[in-house]
């Protein structure tokens, strides 16, 4: 497991930041994101879920983020 923390802009509200940390879940991830701090701390099997997934699927959401 790889424990990361992302840097996700574009948050602005507690909807926001739960609407990705579910997405994420729903791959397999265990995600915590803070929209006051424009932040998600991620755990994830990088054998199972790659790091560019991850990416990709908050991009899909419309928020960027960096590593």
Do not use: T
Not at 15 to 43: R, T
Request: with cysteine; glycine share 8%.
């Amino acid at each position: 497991m790889i424990k990361k923390v992302f840097k996700i802009s574009g948050m602005h509200c507690s909807s926001c930041a739960m609407g990705i940390e579910w997405k994420l879940e729903d791959l397999g991830a265990k995600c915590k994101c803070s929209y006051a701090k424009q932040l998600a701390e991620v755990e994830f099997d990088d054998q199972k879920i790659p790091e560019g997934k991850i990416k990709e699927v908050v991009k899909k959401l419309g928020y960027e983020i960096s590593s």
